[in-house]
């Protein structure tokens, strides 16, 4: 089992950046897939950003690509999610999670496929 808590939250201008970190307890945390996902009021949680066990896959949603940066240190037990050019549609409540038995080198994109979720950490876009 894996414990996530994000970090990194908070409000910024529009056209601001952020760094969000997601940092995993235990020793296996290559063994997992991660990814990142919003969920705005009144909106489904959507994945915005994926990343295979080994770094070497990467996904995007069409909303963030160009702007938005998935990465990983698994010496460090931590992702990351480099957000730039930040949007007031941006804003929302940025989930971690985490998917087990996964192939090296596939994402997981959807809630479903996740088994362990953080807390979530607000980032508020403001215009």
């Known amino acids: 089992q894996v414990q996530l808590v994000e970090s990194g939250g908070g409000l910024v201008q529009a056209g601001g950046s952020l760094r969000l970190s997601c940092a995993a307890s235990?020793?296996?945390?290559?063994?997992?897939?991660m990814g990142w996902f919003r969920q705005a009021p009144g909106k489904e949680r959507e994945c915005i950003a994926a990343?295979?066990?080994?770094?070497?896959?990467?996904y995007y949603a069409d909303s963030v690509k160009g702007r938005f940066t998935i990465s990983r240190d698994n010496a460090k037990n931590t992702v990351y999610l480099q957000m730039n050019s930040l949007k007031p549609e941006d804003t929302a409540v940025y989930y971690c999670?985490?998917?087990?038995?996964?192939?090296?080198?596939?994402?997981?994109?959807?809630?479903?496929?996740?088994?362990?979720w953080g807390k979530g950490t607000l980032v508020t876009v403001s215009s």
């Open positions: 235990g020793r296996t945390f290559s063994t997992y897939a």
């Open positions: 990343i295979s066990r080994s770094g070497v896959s990467t």
């Open positions: 999670a985490a998917a087990q038995r996964v192939n090296p080198i596939a994402v997981v994109t959807t809630p479903e496929g996740m088994d362990y």
